[in-house]
């Protein structure tokens, strides 16, 4: 309502500054030809601004932003007219000789005027409503004088206008448009973003009953998605989208997890949805994952948002019953949200509860993949969400250790480095469990397989299977296994290279090496006593 008030304010002023000038140039004594030409040029801009006024007052969901910039412009050009033709009102000659006007003056502000009634014109053809119940003449590709130096600009605002208030056939248009300007560059992404396209998408992607409309809308947010500083920021700035919360509606009402329930539009829309051509649901399914994927990807505030809803049990379940690219997007989501958790104790602690039946499906269908599915295109994240949790683990709860281990010896390399890296989580002093977890790691026999991922391994394989190793030494260097694997004979003949180019794997590896020659030293003592001189 206050921005609906401030748009009314801004048109009303422009209006009456127009009055004022056509008053003007009535009254005019000098330079009359010329302010009968601006008398003219302002009759035509006065009248199609009352006609704008008349289209934007009382509008549901107007799409102010161009508006809002064409009335700046047009209020400064009318003003600036205005302050000239009081000029040519009847003065004394001193006066007139003083204020310096000449025609010159006049073109000027005339080829102002006349580009304002271009832009305004321009406005009305996006905004006019043709004797329909919504706005919207179609999608408007001609160029306004205000956007002649950025053509994208008026493409971009036509676009968003039909998006969110034209037809429904042109709400599709539009909005399949909004997603090939997104994916050719970074720079109209920026623009979308800017000019207020995510809130008529999200609309869009709310309120339509059609899968086809919410496919074009979640493909469009898919890729803008990519520039997520700017968007949560028009996400958080509009208040309309803070009602129904956005990564929650896109895993319930966009029938993204259909057996979730959905809110309120979702039950509305369930029947008519049920309808929909089964191919097309799937890929507004796989388009939504997608996003929610790209949102959920380095933003930790993100990834609480899709938490706090039902967002896990969701994905955990898509993971679980569907196939292809759909599972591997609500897999890539689970993987960076658990990612964030990592990096966030809070997140951790809230959506992570070792009692969680949110958590709990999330960890048994990473493990249902590590034990059931051989393609490294699904084990590398399922392996990485597993690290990313390994402080959420308590002691007892081994069954997550095994199956990581077996993975040491998987023929594929990259298979075998993740699952080093994510052992390597769980036996980091980081982990305040990282004791018991290294004995646990140990008994299932990683060292074996550790050993010969030393052998056989790239040096950046070797590196990490070292710092494992370290970990090992110093949370358990008691453990026999230890010594039967030569684990300090592995360390001291660590490659140089490897060495050189990773300083904090060397005073890792010292620490290392110093514990094992202390174990080491102390039981070769035991063994002398024992056996004596």
Not at 314 to 341: D, F, H, P, R
Request: glycine share 6%; hydrophobic share 40%; charged share 25%.
């Amino acid at each position: 309502m206050e921005e609906e008030r401030r748009l009314g304010d801004e048109l009303s002023l422009a209006v009456v500054t127009a009055e004022r000038l056509r008053q003007a140039a009535d009254e005019a004594e000098s330079f009359k030809l010329e302010c009968g030409e601006v008398g003219k040029q302002v009759d035509r801009l006065a009248q199609m601004l009352r006609t704008l006024v008349r289209l934007v007052t009382g509008s549901v969901h107007i799409y102010d932003r161009p508006i809002h910039r064409v009335i700046v412009e047009v209020q400064k050009n009318l003003e600036r007219a205005l302050a000239l033709v009081r000029k040519c009102k009847g003065h004394s000659i001193i006066r007139r000789v003083c204020s310096i006007t000449n025609a010159a003056d006049f073109r000027k502000v005339i080829n102002l005027l006349e580009s304002s009634n271009g832009d305004v014109k321009w406005l009305l053809s996006v905004f006019d409503s043709n004797g329909d119940d919504s706005f919207g003449g179609g999608i408007n590709i001609s160029l306004p004088p205000i956007a002649t130096n950025d053509p994208i600009l008026p493409w971009v605002w036509s676009l968003i206008a039909s998006t969110q208030m034209g037809r429904f056939p042109d709400k599709i248009e539009a909005a399949n448009q909004l997603g090939s300007l997104a994916r050719d560059n970074d720079r109209n992404k920026k623009i979308i973003v800017d000019e207020g396209g995510i809130p008529s998408l999200l609309r869009l992607l709310k309120e339509s009953s059609s899968v086809e409309a919410q496919i074009a809308a979640a493909t469009t947010l898919r890729f803008l998605a990519s520039d997520q500083d700017k968007m949560n920021k028009e996400i958080d700035r509009d208040p309309s989208q803070k009602s129904y919360n956005y990564k929650s509606y896109m895993s319930s009402n966009s029938s993204v997890y259909s057996d979730t329930g959905g809110g309120r539009a979702g039950h509305y829309h369930r029947k008519e949805r049920e309808s929909e051509n089964p191919e097309v649901k799937h890929q507004l399914k796989v388009s939504c994952a997608e996003a929610l994927w790209k949102l959920a990807r380095g933003n930790v505030a993100n990834s609480r948002r899709i938490t706090e809803t039902k967002g896990l049990l969701s994905l955990a379940k898509s993971v679980e019953k569907e196939v292809g690219e759909l599972q591997y997007n609500c897999l890539m989501t689970l993987t960076e949200i658990t990612a964030a958790a990592e990096s966030s104790a809070d997140l951790r602690r809230a959506a992570f509860k070792t009692n969680s039946p949110a958590a709990k499906a999330v960890v048994d269908q990473m493990l249902w993949l590590l034990i059931q599915v051989d393609s490294p295109f699904l084990l590398v994240p399922a392996i990485r969400s597993i690290g990313s949790l390994a402080r959420t683990f308590p002691a007892r709860e081994t069954r997550i250790i095994k199956p990581l281990v077996m993975k040491l010896g998987c023929p594929n390399q990259e298979v075998a480095m993740e699952a080093v890296v994510s052992l390597q989580k769980f036996a980091s002093h980081e982990n305040f469990l990282c004791a018991e977890h290294s004995k646990a790691i140990i008994e299932f026999g990683a060292i074996p397989s550790v050993m010969k991922l030393i052998r056989n391994s790239d040096q950046q394989v070797q590196l990490q299977c070292l710092i494992l190793l370290c970990y090992f030494a110093l949370n358990a260097s008691n453990h026999e296994q230890l010594e039967q694997a030569k684990v300090l004979s592995a360390l001291e003949g660590a490659d140089r290279v490897v060495i050189s180019q990773n300083p904090d794997f060397k005073e890792l590896a010292t620490k290392a090496i110093y514990q094992l020659s202390l174990y080491n030293v102390g039981l070769h003592s035991q063994i002398l006593s024992y056996v004596g001189p």
